[in-house]
């Protein structure tokens, strides 16, 4: 099995802050990844937080161990459309040729664009570009001890109405206050409100759904609980949020440093700054003006272990609680010699 040892990034921003046991220092790895191993997690069919990982395998190209990541790209505004009807030729088309022209072929750009103008009308929430924020960073060395995240952490998102219909009328478990396991509990995800409160979070039939408010600026918390340090790579409405492509394990992540918690709060545009979390319609997400909305809703944490760390997995956690002191209740006869 090839692992990889690469710099990370280790975020000390204004949002980003380090303290043991609170907020801690992020850590985005650059570099390619170890190969993927036979046993990577099956992709869902729904919006996916790493969509690459449905597509064919692609040989990752090496960077680095000291380069910097690659800046998330903003926006680019979609261009003014011409007037008259969608399809409509251009003036000067229809001038040069003294009848009503046939529209020219859409390009990737417009079909790209077209995509989007066709759901302009999606309800519900989207993930925006948001305002510049401070978030200092430095560079860390990591060695994965496998291609392979030990465990994936998923979250979906929307507002009121569309929480109520994503849960279909059934019964769910209001956990506002708790953050959502992964590993046994060995490591926490919630998504916070400007303010740190937990937003109003429902689990239904193994789902976690978190209610946001257009407008409203997030934080994703991600916490660790023991004394090992693991690599969190985290991707939104289907988007790296290091370097703004579409979200893979094959990319580099945050540290999560022992007994700490880390504060992610915006795409990452450079060493020193982010582009904020803020709730907003599909169609002005960040996914969408990049060219695809198809997996706006949903946020993913893919954790790597650390090599040569003893990970404590759910199964082995249950065997510990689950151990007695006292197994027997009487006396066995000896063994037959």
Known sequence: ????????????????????????????????????????PATPS???????????????????????????APPTPAPARASGSRDEAPAADKKSS???????????????????????ERPGLGTQWGETRSSHVSNAPFERASGNPFAVTTVRYNDQNG????????????????????????LTVRLLDENGAPLPTF???????????????????????????FEAVVAVDGLDVVDGQPGSFAKRGYLIQPFATVEIDGFRQNLDE????????????????????RNVGVIGVAFFAERGARVW?????????????????????????
Not at 48 to 55: G, I, L, M, R, V
Not at 98 to 120: F, H, L, N
Not at 211 to 229: D, L, W
Request: aromatic share 4%; proline share 7%; net charge neutral.
């Open 1 to 40: 099995m090839r692992t990889l040892k690469s710099w990370s990034i280790v975020a000390v921003g204004l949002t980003a802050v380090a303290c043991a046991g609170g907020a801690s220092k992020p850590q985005a790895h650059t570099g390619a990844d170890p190969e993927p191993d036979a046993t990577t």
């Open 46 to 72: 729904g919006p996916s937080a790493f969509p690459e990982e449905s597509e064919a395998a692609q040989a990752p190209g090496s960077v680095g161990a000291a380069e910097a990541p690659a800046e998330a």
């Open 98 to 120: 003294g009848a009503a022209a046939e529209a020219p072929k859409a390009t990737a750009e417009s079909r790209s664009r077209r995509a989007i103008e066709k759901d302009e």
């Open 163 to 186: 929480i109520a219909a994503m849960l279909r009328g059934g019964s769910f478990v209001n956990v506002s206050a708790d953050s959502t396991p992964a590993a046994g509990g060995a």
């Open 203 to 229: 689990m239904d039939a193994g789902r976690t759904l978190v209610q946001g408010e257009h407008g409203r600026r997030y934080v994703i918390e991600v916490a660790n609980r023991t004394s090992s340090r």
């Open 274 to 293: 982010v582009a904020a979390f803020r709730f907003g319609s599909v169609r002005g997400s960040y996914a969408a003006r990049k060219g695809s909305d």
């Open 313 to 337: 997995n759910e199964r082995e956690l249950v065997r510990r609680e689950s151990a007695e002191p006292f197994p027997g209740r009487f006396a066995s006869p000896p063994i037959a010699r």
